[in-house]
T-cell receptor, first 111, second 115 residues
Framework: GQQLNQSPQSMFIQEGEDVSMNCTSSSIFNTWLWYKQDPGEGPVLLIALYKAGELTSNGRLTAQFGITRKDSFLNISASIPSDVGIYFCAGHMNRDDKIIFGKGTRLHILP | DAGVIQSPRHEVTEMGQEVTLRCKPISGHNSLFWYRQTMMRGLELLIYFNNNVPIDDSGMPEDRFSAKMPNASFSTLKIQPSEPRDSAVYFC?????????????FGDGTRLSIL
């Protein structure tokens, strides 16, 4: 079946560092989405990307829709403690199709 | 505005029992999704509805699982009989319209433990 390969699985960083995570697929996606999940809560949409090459920012977060349409990355600049959580990439292969989720990147911030 | 509301938040029951999870989507949203989240398999789509009609139930694990959406403001996911391997967090999400360009909004989930 369709799969999204998300890396890294987990990250341990110091507060203030920048973070980069990415997602790849062997299939072409029409949209790429990045969600964050806090403990005990549901995923919350951070950024949505709809066009190949699109670069979008949301505060300290920046995400890009890869030119090949088979990958996307998410960067977080100057991390803060509340950035801790699980980040999921997700995408649609067709306009009306269901979302496929990656396995997530768990972000830990060291004191 | 109220988000997606799921109940119960936690459910612990013995295997063999029937389990019913409930979801109230955001008012005005046309699509509703049921997901299951486990450490091993991540977030998996079980079934989704557009305008109360089931569109794709290919993710439903087996016949023990069933979902209904009797009206635009309510959906249930039922497991009968439940088994320990059904233990997971179950999320409901809703979306305005049926176009994938619209974002899905998730509830806070039901943590299900089958003993």
């Amino acid at each position: 079946g369709q799969q999204l390969n998300q890396s890294p699985q987990s990250m341990f960083i110091q507060e203030g560092e920048d973070v980069s995570m990415n997602c790849t697929s062997s299939s072409i996606f029409n949209t790429w989405l990045w969600y964050k999940q806090d403990p005990g809560e549901g995923p919350v949409l951070l950024i949505a990307l709809y066009k190949a090459g699109e670069l979008t920012s949301n505060g300290r977060l920046t995400a890009q829709f890869g030119i090949t349409r088979k990958d996307s990355f998410l960067n977080i600049s100057a991390s803060i403690p509340s950035d801790v959580g699980i980040y999921f990439c997700a995408g649609h292969m067709n306009r009306d199709d269901k979302i496929i989720f990656g396995k997530g990147t768990r972000l830990h911030i060291l004191p | 505005d109220a988000g997606v509301i799921q109940s119960p938040r936690h459910e612990v029951t013995e295997m063999g029992q029937e389990v019913t999870l409930r979801c109230k989507p955001i008012s005005g949203h046309n699509s509703l999704f049921w997901y299951r989240q486990t450490m091993m398999r991540g977030l998996e789509l079980l079934i989704y509805f557009n305008n109360n009609v089931p569109i794709d139930d290919s993710g439903m694990p087996e016949d023990r699982f069933s979902a209904k959406m009797p009206n635009a403001s309510f959906s249930t996911l039922k497991i009968q009989p439940s088994e320990p391997r059904d233990s997971a967090v179950y999320f409901c999400a809703s979306r305005r319209g049926t176009d994938s360009n619209q974002p899905q909004h998730f509830g806070d989930g039901t943590r299900l433990s089958i003993l």
